[in-house]
Nanobody, 123 residues
Framework: QVQLVESGGGLVQAGGSLRLSCAAS????????MGWFRQAPGKEREFVAA????????WYADSVKGRFTIFRDNAKNAVYLQMNSLKPEDTAVYYC????????????????WGQGTQITVSS
């Protein structure tokens, strides 16, 4: 099992930047595909980004490509989401998640979830 705790959320103006962190427990962090998802009020949870076990491969939703960067530090059991050029439509609760699959953007495939952190982007 792995436990995940996100941090770094907050309020930011449009065009600003934030970095989210997700700390994982356990000794097997490097065996998990890690993903970031978000959920806005009244909307379904959607894929934002994912990173392979080694960190060598990354995937992004079209809506964040070129603005967000996912990276991980397996030595620190952590995954990050650097968010630049934030837009009001990025406002949501952001979750990190872990899965043993090689690659998936389907939130239903992820086994472990953090509690979420709120990002609010003001216009």
């Amino acid at each position: 099992q792995v436990q995940l705790v996100e941090s770094g959320g907050g309020l930011v103006q449009a065009g600003g930047s934030l970095r989210l962190s997700c700390a994982a427990s356990g000794r097997t962090f490097s065996t998990y595909l890690m993903g970031w998802f978000r959920q806005a009020p009244g909307k379904e949870r959607e894929f934002v980004a994912a990173i392979s076990r080694s960190g060598g491969n990354t995937w992004y939703a079209d809506s964040v490509k070129g603005r967000f960067t996912i990276f991980r530090d397996n030595a620190k059991n952590a995954v990050y989401l650097q968010m630049n050029s934030l837009k009001p439509e990025d406002t949501a609760v952001y979750y990190c998640a872990a899965e043993r699959a090689v690659y998936t953007t389907d939130p239903n495939r992820y086994d472990y979830w953090g509690q979420g952190t709120q990002i609010t982007v003001s216009s």
